[in-house]
T-cell receptor, first 113, second 114 residues
Framework: AQSVTQPDIHITVSEGASLELRCNYSYGATPYLFWYVQSPGQGLQLLLK??????LVQGIKGFEAEFKRSQSSFNLRKPSVHWSDAAEYFC???????????FGTGTRLQVFP | IAGITQAPTSQILAAGRRMTLRCTQD?????MYWYRQDLGLGLRLIHYSNTAGTTGKGEVPDGYSVSRANTDDFPLTLASAVPSQTSVYFCASSVGQGSYNEQFFGPGTRLTVL
C-alpha cells in the first residue's frame, strides 16, 4: 500500500531563514504528490502539486517542491520564511489522478522573529 | 462567496448520543469528502461522495454514515458516539473525483465525546 512519511513533527526557524520540509513516499510507480498548508484554526489549502513533467514545482506563497524519484522524496522549500508561514504542512500522495489522497502526519512550522 | 461551511464549530457530546455534522458548499462541486484529523495521524478519509446520490467508504468509515441527497449538502452522522471519535472533522469538496481536482476544505468541527 502506498504511504507518505513526514519525518519532522515540529520545525522552528527564524524569520528570513530558508526552509525545507521533508516528505517521503512509498509506492512503486510515480505517484501524484501534493503539499497542503493548514493555518491555525483553518482548513487545508493546496500549496502545490506534482503529476508529471518538470520535477521542480512552483506553488503559491513563494513555495516550491522538488520530486526526486531516486530518493522517493518530495520536499517543500522556501528561500525566506515569513512569520505568516507559521502553520502545519501536510504532504499527500495518490496513486493516480482518480485515486483518493493519503495524507502524511504533518509538520508544524514555528517562525521566530 | 462562502465556499464550504461546517456546523457546529465545536461540540461536546456524551457517549452514546447521536450527532450529525453538517457540511454545505456553494461551489456546485460534484465530489465531497469527510476527513478526521488526529494528532500524530494526520488526516484520514472517512467517507466520500463522487456525485449527488452516491457515497463511498474511505479509510476509517466504521461508526459513521453519510448521505448525499443533493449537490450542496453532505452530512456526517455518528449514530452512537464513542470517545475514540473525539477529533477534528473536516469537510472538503472538489469539482470532480480523484486527486487531479483540487480539494477545498471547510474550517472544521471540533468534536469531543465524553
Amino acid at each position: 500500500a502506498q504511504s507518505v512519511t513526514q519525518p519532522d513533527i515540529h520545525i522552528t526557524v527564524s524569520e528570513g531563514a530558508s526552509l525545507e520540509l521533508r516528505c517521503n513516499y512509498s509506492y512503486g510507480a510515480t505517484p501524484y504528490l501534493f503539499w497542503y498548508v493548514q493555518s491555525p484554526g483553518q482548513g487545508l489549502q493546496l500549496l502545490l502539486k506534482y503529476f508529471s513533467g518538470d520535477t521542480l514545482v512552483q506553488g503559491i506563497k513563494g513555495f516550491e517542491a522538488e520530486f526526486k524519484r531516486s530518493q522517493s522524496s518530495f520536499n517543500l522549500r522556501k528561500p525566506s520564511v515569513h512569520w505568516s508561514d507559521a502553520a502545519e504542512y501536510f504532504c499527500a500522495v495518490a496513486r493516480s489522478r482518480v485515486d483518493k489522497l493519503i495524507f502524511g502526519t504533518g509538520t508544524r512550522l514555528q517562525v521566530f522573529p | 462567496i462562502a465556499g464550504i461551511t461546517q456546523a457546529p464549530t465545536s461540540q461536546i457530546l456524551a457517549a452514546g448520543r447521536r450527532m450529525t455534522l453538517r457540511c454545505t458548499q456553494d461551489m456546485r462541486h460534484n465530489a465531497m469528502y469527510w476527513y478526521r484529523q488526529d494528532l500524530g495521524l494526520g488526516l484520514r478519509l472517512i467517507h466520500y461522495s463522487n456525485t449527488a446520490g452516491t457515497t463511498g467508504k474511505g479509510e476509517v468509515p466504521d461508526g459513521y454514515s453519510v448521505s448525499r441527497a443533493n449537490t450542496d449538502d453532505f452530512p456526517l452522522t455518528l449514530a452512537s458516539a464513542v470517545p475514540s471519535q473525539t477529533s477534528v472533522y473536516f469537510c472538503a469538496s472538489s469539482v470532480g473525483q480523484g486527486s487531479y481536482n483540487e480539494q477545498f476544505f471547510g474550517p472544521g468541527t471540533r468534536l469531543t465525546v465524553l
